[in-house]
């Protein structure tokens, strides 16, 4: 398996790219936005799409167009969770529509909007490694310097302000974070199975412990083991590797709710 260079380069990218989305995603997951992620990628799919039509690389077109997307959230934040859920999904809608709109011009490229849709991770290149590891490293020093102040918000979101916690920019700074792994993750999933990198292995996790630092660390390792055991899988099987990393995250959450069940049962059988 590894005496291929396309497989190498596969695992290299789906570890930096599943380190960063178990770190995000956990923080994702305890503060509710796991829609916002979502919607993200979709928004992404309409930037990479018109990328593509005037004739641009799609990840810079998915980056910007997250990154944007991100830092609009962010700003808008502070309504009714309802109200705010309506206005991720009417954007979500609207941008996933103009994706179909740019494919609909593209006659050349449906092996690239295939590729957008449903992931091709054993298309990355040495180049495009290399923007995955840069945008990586700054992502995770990036969530380093603002760990604190975002568990802070993420808890205690009313404690915190009172505090001098600057709700609105720590949320802004974090959504954009989520948007530049959104477009990493979409390198390896594609946009319609996002879900499976960035916000299983963190649901999983947020199952099995309720203290945030080993919450983090079980979750990163829960999406590297997604990750490298869908590649390995799509090896073996012929099947593709985001397939495999989507039945690998429901089945590791899924695990996590009957340990839990059990667990409760013994508990109320002592009692």
Request: proline share 3%; with cysteine; hydrophobic share 55%.
């Amino acid at each position: 398996m590894f005496a291929f260079e396309f497989m190498r380069h596969a695992f290299a990218a789906t570890g930096i790219v599943a380190i960063l989305s178990g770190l995000v995603g956990y923080f994702m997951v305890l503060r509710g936005e796991s829609f916002a992620g979502h919607a993200l990628s979709h928004v992404g799919f309409a930037g990479a799409t018109g990328a593509l039509l005037v004739g641009m690389p799609p990840f810079w077109g998915l980056m910007g167009a997250t990154v944007l997307a991100g830092v609009a959230m962010g700003l808008g934040g502070r309504g009714t969770t309802q109200g705010r859920d309506v206005t991720i999904g009417l954007v979500l809608s609207c941008m996933l529509g103009c994706g179909l709109l740019f494919l609909h011009f593209l006659t050349t490229s449906a092996t690239r909007a295939t590729a957008l849709l449903f992931g091709n991770v054993l298309g990355v290149d040495r180049s495009m490694l290399g923007w995955l590891l840069v945008l990586g490293v700054g992502c995770v020093l990036a969530m380093a310097a603002l760990s604190r102040p975002l568990l802070f918000a993420s808890l205690q979101p009313e404690t915190a302000e009172a505090r001098g916690v600057k709700l609105r920019l720590v949320s802004t700074i974090f959504l954009a974070i989520v948007a530049v792994v959104t477009a990493e993750c979409v390198q390896i999933t594609g946009v319609l199975l996002v879900f499976a990198l960035m916000v299983g292995p963190a649901a999983t996790a947020q199952r099995l412990t309720a203290t945030p630092g080993w919450g983090i660390v079980l979750s990163v390792l829960l999406a590297v083991g997604a990750g490298w055991g869908g590649l390995a899988l799509s090896w073996w099987t012929d099947c593709p590797a985001s397939f495999w990393i989507s039945v690998l995250s429901t089945g590791f959450y899924l695990a996590a709710g009957i340990r839990r069940a059990v667990e409760g049962r013994a508990r109320a059988g002592e009692c």
